[in-house]
């Protein structure tokens, strides 16, 4: 889609306003999802693979959009996953929400609904019990965006 | 505001060693702190359901820490591998303080 409706127009730019009073650098540049993400890797680097992100392609309504998550691992107390994060990397701020997992969980998914504010990547890291972590990413294309409501 | 209320969804039984299912929502705004009110353009402040919390039998099974991007009326789906029978208890904490808290009894057999 090439063309913006009317609603969409003032839905982003109303995204773009509430950013810029509130502090955070505007909308349309990258917002805090590097800061967020180095804070909980430590800087380390993460290997993609084993987070399974299932989003829809295309989210008619950015304010619930269903998430679910999975990763791979036999969650044994020697072999589980910690934590997965989610950031969104265009929301006005980009922190979704972060998963604690234990070996009781019996298996690393977990789903919610979450806000978008506009077409964006969602992103996930994942911390393994040995430390090791992951990252997938995907793309959301969202029609009406989720930034007020 | 509307009473909030928290409703869970949880197998009564469950074999030994199955992986069980729980569903939770919580009827909450999730004023995210970016929307203005159009009268006065003020700001609405941020209040939110911050962090939930599942324990069963004391332990901590799973937790979430949320942020304003979850929706309105958050829903929370996770799992539990089901060893002994006992009591679930789910907390939710808003950022006001305020926590509200459901139980659920799961018996294995």
């Known amino acids: 889609m090439t063309e913006f409706t009317r609603r969409q127009v003032l839905s982003v730019g109303g995204c773009a306003l509430a950013a810029a009073v509130i502090g955070v650098r505007p909308a349309f540049a990258a917002n805090d999802h590097q800061e967020i993400i180095a804070k909980f890797t430590g800087g380390k680097a993460a290997k993609e693979g084993k987070i399974g992100l299932d989003l829809p392609e295309i989210a008619e309504n950015g304010n619930t959009v269903p998430l679910t998550l999975s990763v791979e691992s036999p969650m044994t107390k020697d072999d589980y996953v910690k934590r997965v994060i989610v950031v969104a990397d265009g929301n006005p701020r980009a922190a979704v929400a972060t998963f604690h997992f234990s070996p009781a969980s019996g298996v690393a998914e977990a789903s919610t609904r979450m806000r978008l504010a506009k077409t964006q990547n969602v992103i996930a890291f994942a911390e393994m019990s040995d430390g090791s972590l992951y990252m997938a990413k995907k793309q959301v294309k969202v029609t009406i965006g989720g930034c007020g409501g | 505001m509307a009473s909030i209320k928290p409703r869970v969804k949880v197998p009564k039984t469950a074999k030994k060693g199955e992986v069980i299912e729980i569903k939770t929502l919580i009827s909450h705004k999730m004023e995210t702190g970016q929307r203005k009110d159009r009268k006065t353009g003020e700001t609405i ?65």
């Open chain 2, 45 to 109: 402040p941020r209040n939110i359901i911050n962090k939930f919390v599942a324990n069963f039998n004391g332990n901590q099974v799973f937790a979430m820490d949320i942020d304003p991007a979850v929706s309105a009326n958050p829903y929370i789906k996770f799992n539990m591998k089901a060893e002994t029978s006992g009591e679930f208890e789910f907390t939710w904490v808003d950022d006001d303080g305020k926590k509200y808290t459901a139980t659920k009894k799961l018996a294995v057999n």
